[in-house]
Antibody
């Protein structure tokens, strides 16, 4: 079946960088866009950006522009999200999600990231 | 980016119907049928329950229905069950292929 599998939790110091992976399976990788969405404790979901898995074209939320980079490995069917210059406000659960018909139809299980010194 | 406004909480008794609103503007929700709804239980990933305002993915109960009037989209849960207690988020795909989420509504089954 269609699955998005993310790595486990991460702990980072302020100022460090984060790299989260999302392994896909069960569908044609290049036919769908993949997004990253995060959720800080008790907060709303927050869209960060997406990548066209076929072309590699990306689009980022203005809020994260300059700090976030989304890439993909087409042969391995994995999407990555790098977030730099981490601060405590970046503590959140980070989800990858696939879009179909302008909606997030499949979600990863989430990666919990804690930024603390 | 504009904001999507949802009520913080809605409650109902088992068997009742409840409606959650998601208010945008005439430039987004009012102009395009690109609203989706997600159910999220504590500690779990969100689950798509409605897309393109009214459509239900395969496997989602027909107790969930979506609608839109003007700048406000709505999610109705009929025949409320204990398992429906969760957070619900609306989402809109904006014209420049960016996505916007509502603040979320906590549904309590009394």
């Amino acid at each position: 079946q269609v699955q998005l599998v993310q790595a486990g939790g991460e702990v980072r110091n302020p100022g460090a960088s984060l790299n989260v992976s999302c392994m896909t399976s069960g569908y044609t990788f290049t036919k769908y866009a993949l997004h990253w969405v995060r959720q800080a404790p008790g907060q709303r979901l927050e869209w960060m950006g997406w990548i066209n898995a076929a072309t590699g074209h990306t689009k980022y939320s203005q809020k994260f522009q300059g700090r976030v980079t989304i890439t993909r490995d087409t042969s391995a069917k994995i999407v990555y999200m790098e977030l730099t210059n981490l601060r405590s406000e970046d503590t959140a659960v980070y989800y990858c999600a696939r879009t179909a018909s302008y909606a997030f139809d499949i979600w990863g299980q989430g990666t919990t990231v804690t930024v603390s010194s | 980016q504009s904001a999507l406004t949802q009520p913080a909480s809605v409650s109902g008794s088992p068997g009742q119907s409840i409606t959650i609103s998601c208010t945008g503007t005439s430039s987004d929700v009012g102009s395009f049928n690109l609203v989706s709804w997600y159910q999220q239980h504590p500690g779990k990933a969100p689950k798509l329950i409605i897309y393109e305002v009214t459509k239900r993915p395969s496997g989602v109960s027909d107790r969930f229905s979506g609608s839109k009037s003007g700048n406000t989209a709505s999610l109705t849960i009929s025949g409320l069950l204990a398992e429906d207690e969760a957070d619900y988020f609306c989402c809109f795909c904006e014209r420049k292929n960016t996505w916007l989420f509502g603040g979320g509504t906590k549904v309590t089954v009394l």
